[in-house]
């Protein structure tokens, strides 16, 4: 029986690619004097951005980190709540189901990035990245949520738009449900247990 929806944020909740991308690919121009195209930037999307500037072999990693975060609200005119979304979310919220959050923002990114759009309110918990020491694709994160939502793993769907979300809810052993609005393909998630083409296809698994 289905007790918890838990969600990720970028590319599921928020449509944040851009401005994401965009403003890495300045700070890396401003730190490196490399040009990275968005393509080579796109694994970053779904992980920690200690991690994504780890990858990317960045020297001084926590000023580059803070330095990414301010210039990411420098984009925010990018960002949006997908369409429908919030009205699903609304409604998810007057089920008798838990509404919880796992994502690879810090507790800072959340409450600079997330918290604007007033959708927190319908959300019992919030697992950051500031939370765990392990990140997704580790289950940590989502195990932490479910914990305190107090819902077994079999009871819980997690809805993500990226592999790294996926593996994360494999591993938890809670059902994944990809969100296609975000991700865009569905190659890769061949065993997803759901594909949702639009948020209000979400409802369907609600009675």
């Known amino acids: 029986m289905l007790k918890a929806i838990i969600f990720d944020v970028d590319g599921t909740i928020l449509d944040t690619e851009k401005a994401i991308l965009q403003s890495l690919q300045r700070t890396l121009r401003e730190e490196t004097k490399i040009d990275y195209p968005f393509e080579t930037l796109r694994f970053a999307l779904g992980i920690p951005g200690k991690d994504a500037l780890q990858r990317l072999n960045v020297d001084d990693i926590e000023a580059v980190h803070q330095k990414w975060s301010a210039a ?15 009205e699903v979310i609304q409604h998810l919220a007057a089920k008798p189901l838990q509404l919880g959050i ?32 392990k990140h997704k694709p580790h289950p940590e994160p989502l195990l932490k949520c479910l914990d305190a939502l107090q819902i077994a793993p ?26 296609h609005w975000g991700a865009k393909s569905t190659i890769g998630f061949e065993e997803a247990d759901y594909v949702f083409y639009e948020p209000k296809d979400i409802l369907t698994i609600v009675k």
């Open 72 to 86: 990411v609200l420098d984009f925010s005119h990018e960002v949006a709540v997908f369409e429908s979304l919030e």
């Open 102 to 133: 796992v994502t690879s923002k810090t507790a800072q990114e959340v409450v600079d990035e997330f918290e604007p759009f007033g959708l927190s309110e319908y959300f019992h918990h919030i697992v950051s990245a500031s939370d765990t020491a």
């Open 154 to 179: 079999e009871e819980a769907i997690y809805i993500g738009d990226s592999i790294y979300d996926f593996q994360c809810a494999k591993q938890a052993g809670t059902k994944f449900a990809l969100a």
